[in-house]
């Protein structure tokens, strides 16, 4: 039976609109591709990212070349080789594993030899505003166990800004596990001079702190504070030159490339010693589910893009008290 493919483009709107230190957003724009066999259908998401030269036209293309490689039988590992890591790979990929699912009358996890995923507990994003503005966001989440909190403000401030911000949101949110991410936005001398004091206000790590060109400067560095790798680490092959820089790489499936590569990212990097933060673009449910099989185990899991829109697509993710549950087989896999 042939198989046909079919690629369309979404907008969400994002509820309050969402901001971080590349600049603000009202709209998550996904790219869905569609896998058709008969009347079996794979589906997956993916979120064009302009930070790696990514847009929706350039996306769809790349996914739509691969049209005449699919119908012919390409597979995942096929795929793999024929295509970069990127969000293309990432939507063509996860509709491969939704479409050998629905062939095999089976679940994704059941197919990679995996237990069904648990329910996950997963961060909640607080996008860069004035302190005073998240003191307000981190009082009204203050009942969600874990936290990340968006910072990288204007680098000649030495930092103050960002601090100010952090403290806001820890008296917001007294109880509450806080991680930072700060999407490149810091100096060495940022992080060495925040590091002892977010550490005092129990942060418990920091995300991309220095741009990813420039993360030589961690090597060999005092990290009072962990460091996880997120634009710094994108598949197996960036991995050797993050070892003795950073403490943790984040798992994103459009930097990977699909579910494929990250579940073999996720068991190389453990046995690197790295550990493991699982996080999302801003999309949907439908690009939630496959990270949630990565996210099993993972010690910091950031899968909150669906609870960030004013509305997500139908057969959403259950969040609840315990976290994401696993996906319905209306949604995915």
Same mark, same amino acid.
């Given at each position: 039976?042939?198989?046909?493919?079919?690629?369309?483009?979404?907008?969400?709107?994002?509820?309050?609109?969402?901001?971080?230190?590349?600049?603000?957003?009202?709209?998550?724009?996904?790219?869905?591709?569609?896998?058709?066999?008969?009347?079996?259908?794979?589906?997956?998401?993916?979120?064009?990212?302009?930070?790696?030269?990514?847009?929706?036209?350039?996306?769809?293309?790349?996914?739509?070349?691969?049209?005449? #490689?699919?119908?012919? =039988?390409? *597979?995942?590992?096929? %795929?793999? &080789? @024929?295509?970069? !890591?990127?969000? +293309?790979?990432?939507? /063509?990929?996860?509709?491969?594993?939704?479409?050998?699912?629905?062939?095999?009358?089976?679940?994704?996890?059941?197919?990679?030899?995996?237990?069904?995923?648990?329910?996950?507990?997963? #961060?909640?994003?607080? =996008?860069? *505003?004035?302190?005073? %503005?998240? &003191? @307000?966001?981190? !009082?009204?989440? +203050?009942?969600?166990? /874990?936290?990340?909190?968006?910072?990288?403000?204007?680098?000649?401030?030495?930092?103050?800004?960002?601090?100010?911000?952090?403290?806001?949101?820890?008296?917001?949110?007294?109880?509450?596990?806080?991680?930072?991410?700060?999407?490149?936005?810091?100096?060495?001398?940022?992080?060495?001079?925040?590091?002892?004091?977010?550490?005092?206000?129990?942060?418990?790590?920091?995300?991309?702190?220095?741009?990813?060109?420039?993360?030589?400067?961690?090597?060999?560095?005092?990290?009072?504070?962990?460091?996880?790798?997120?634009?710094?680490?994108?598949?197996?092959?960036?991995?050797?030159?993050?070892?003795?820089?950073?403490?943790?790489?984040?798992?994103?499936?459009?930097?990977?490339?699909?579910?494929?590569?990250?579940?073999?990212?996720?068991?190389?990097?453990?046995?690197?010693?790295?550990?493991?933060?699982?996080?999302?673009?801003?999309?949907?449910?439908?690009?939630?589910?496959?990270?949630?099989?990565?996210?099993?185990?993972?010690?910091?899991?950031?899968?909150?893009?669906?609870?960030?829109?004013?509305?997500?697509?139908?057969?959403?993710?259950?969040?609840?008290?315990?976290?994401?549950?696993?996906?319905?087989?209306?949604?995915?896999?």
């Amino acid at each position: 039976m042939s198989l046909s493919l079919d690629v369309v483009t979404e907008r969400y709107e994002i509820a309050g609109g969402f901001r971080i230190a590349r600049g603000a957003r009202t709209h998550a724009e996904v790219v869905v591709a569609t896998l058709s066999e008969g009347r079996l259908k794979g589906r997956g998401e993916c979120l064009p990212y302009a930070r790696y030269d990514e847009s929706l036209d350039s996306v769809t293309e790349q996914i739509l070349d691969m049209a005449g #490689a699919l119908a012919g =039988g390409l *597979d995942r590992e096929g %795929l793999r &080789r @024929a295509m970069p !890591a990127g969000a +293309a790979r990432n939507a /063509l990929d996860c509709a491969l594993w939704d479409l050998e699912a629905k062939r095999a009358g089976a679940r994704v996890w059941e197919l990679a030899g995996l237990p069904a995923p648990r329910s996950t507990p997963t #961060a909640f994003t607080l =996008g860069i *505003d004035t302190p005073d %503005l998240m &003191r @307000a966001k981190a !009082a009204a989440n +203050a009942h969600r166990p /874990l936290l990340k909190v968006k910072l990288g403000g204007p680098a000649d401030d030495g930092g103050a800004g960002d601090l100010a911000r952090l403290r806001a949101v820890r008296e917001g949110a007294p109880q509450a596990t806080i991680i930072v991410d700060a999407n490149e936005g810091w100096r060495l001398a940022d992080y060495q001079r925040l590091a002892p004091e977010m550490t005092a206000l129990g942060v418990a790590m920091v995300e991309q702190p220095l741009p990813a060109g420039d993360d030589d400067a961690l090597e060999g560095v005092d990290r009072p504070l962990p460091v996880c790798a997120d634009e710094a680490c994108h598949d197996r092959e960036t991995l050797p030159a993050l070892t003795g820089r950073y403490d943790m790489i984040n798992i994103k499936l459009d930097k990977t490339g699909g579910l494929t590569e990250a579940l073999a990212l996720r068991d190389e990097a453990r046995a690197m010693g790295f550990q493991v933060m699982v996080g999302c673009m801003l999309a949907t449910s439908l690009a939630m589910a496959p990270a949630l099989i990565v996210a099993q185990g993972a010690e910091i899991v950031d899968l909150d893009g669906p609870l960030l829109l004013s509305k997500d697509r139908e057969h959403g993710l259950v969040y609840d008290e315990h976290g994401a549950h696993a996906p319905s087989a209306k949604l995915w896999g």
